[in-house]
């Protein structure tokens, strides 16, 4: 139903973070696949992916792979962001129930300080971003992925840290 996609370079131990808190969503049948779209990484990025299962497209952006996915909800995440346990049911009721994008709410443990939130640029996909397939395609076709009407989920999010 979910497919995760995550965009990488040099993001070996990020990536291998990232993808450790998505166990539990898999276990649960919620993780459908997750696509690593590798921008040329010269690390082991690409053997984590491997040995995690997920489907590795190398030199490839975020909209080569929203073409690619197969579920009719995408999770977009940063390498290095780590979803807080119970993250699956919260999703599962936005997808079932709101056709609007979502992102998650931020856990207070992993939280910027203050002074970094107003004067650091913000990265979009800090808080991650679930959307559906359809729109996904839709707006990767005009630019960058930037959604209105994006909700808050109730499941939290540790954001990854800046490089």
């Known amino acids: 139903m979910l497919t995760v996609l995550i965009e990488t370079?040099?993001?070996?131990?990020?990536?291998?973070?990232?993808?450790?808190?998505?166990?539990?969503?898999?276990?649960?049948?919620?993780?459908?696949e997750v696509v690593v779209c590798d921008r040329g990484s010269i690390d082991q990025t690409g053997l984590v992916a491997d040995h995690a299962g997920c489907l590795w497209l190398e030199h490839a952006d975020l909209a080569a792979g929203i073409r690619r996915?197969?579920?009719?909800?995408?999770?977009?995440?940063?390498?290095?962001?780590?979803?807080?346990?119970?993250?699956?049911?919260?999703?599962?009721?936005?997808?079932?129930?709101?056709?609007a994008p979502a992102r998650f709410t931020r856990s207070r443990a992993g939280a910027p300080r203050f002074l970094s939130r107003l004067f650091l640029p913000r990265?979009?996909?800090?808080?991650?971003?679930?959307?559906?397939?359809?729109?996904a395609v839709a707006l990767a076709a005009r630019g960058p992925l930037a959604p209105r009407g994006v909700r808050r989920l109730a499941a939290e999010i540790v954001v990854a840290p800046r490089r």
């Open 123 to 135: 990265r979009p996909l800090a808080d991650g971003l679930l959307i559906s397939k359809r729109q």
């Open 69 to 99: 996915a197969r579920g009719d909800w995408l999770l977009l995440l940063e390498p290095g962001a780590r979803l807080v346990p119970g993250w699956p049911e919260p999703v599962l009721r936005h997808a079932s129930e709101v056709a």
């Open 9 to 32: 370079l040099n993001d070996e131990e990020r990536l291998a973070r990232t993808l450790a808190s998505l166990v539990g969503g898999a276990v649960e049948g919620v993780v459908r």
